[in-house]
């Protein structure tokens, strides 16, 4: 059973931090570029960040960058999102996906990640 989950969702106070977990089971993400989308409610979904597995190469969205990390363990089959300094407008639904390749797509491209988990909800109050 091919399965891709994320989780480490919860509610926070501005300037506070999470981190996020993806953890894929029945394939291994050692092959695949893998990002990190967010959905708030009404809004479309946005690419935040993105991992290479051939170089470890990482890209993030300006709104995020030098306030989150993406960082892969391999051998665990997981990708983690840090989250620090987080601000209300980062409430959202944050899921992670597998890109077609082991490079990074660009992040408005969405289409290029094939493989969507389940989400977890982050929720950060003023």
């Known amino acids: 059973d091919v399965q891709l989950q994320a989780s480490g969702g919860g509610s926070v106070q501005a300037g506070g931090s999470l981190r996020l977990s993806c953890v894929a089971s029945?394939?291994?993400?050692?092959?695949?570029?893998i990002g990190w989308y967010r959905q708030a409610p009404g809004k479309e979904r946005e690419g935040i960040a993105c991992?290479?597995?051939?170089?470890?190469?990482?890209y993030y969205e300006k709104s995020v960058k030098a306030r989150f990390t993406i960082s892969r363990d391999n051998a665990k089959n997981m990708v983690f999102l840090q989250m620090n300094s987080l601000k209300p407008e980062d409430t959202a639904e944050y899921y992670c996906?597998?890109?077609?390749?082991?490079?990074?797509?660009?992040?408005?491209?969405?289409?290029?990640?094939?493989?969507w988990g389940q989400g977890t909800l982050v929720t950060v109050s003023s």
């Open positions: 996906a597998t890109a077609i390749g082991s490079v990074c797509p660009p992040l408005q491209l969405d289409s290029m990640f094939d493989y």
């Open positions: 029945g394939f291994s993400l050692d092959d695949y570029a």
């Open positions: 991992i290479s597995s051939s170089d470890g190469s990482e």
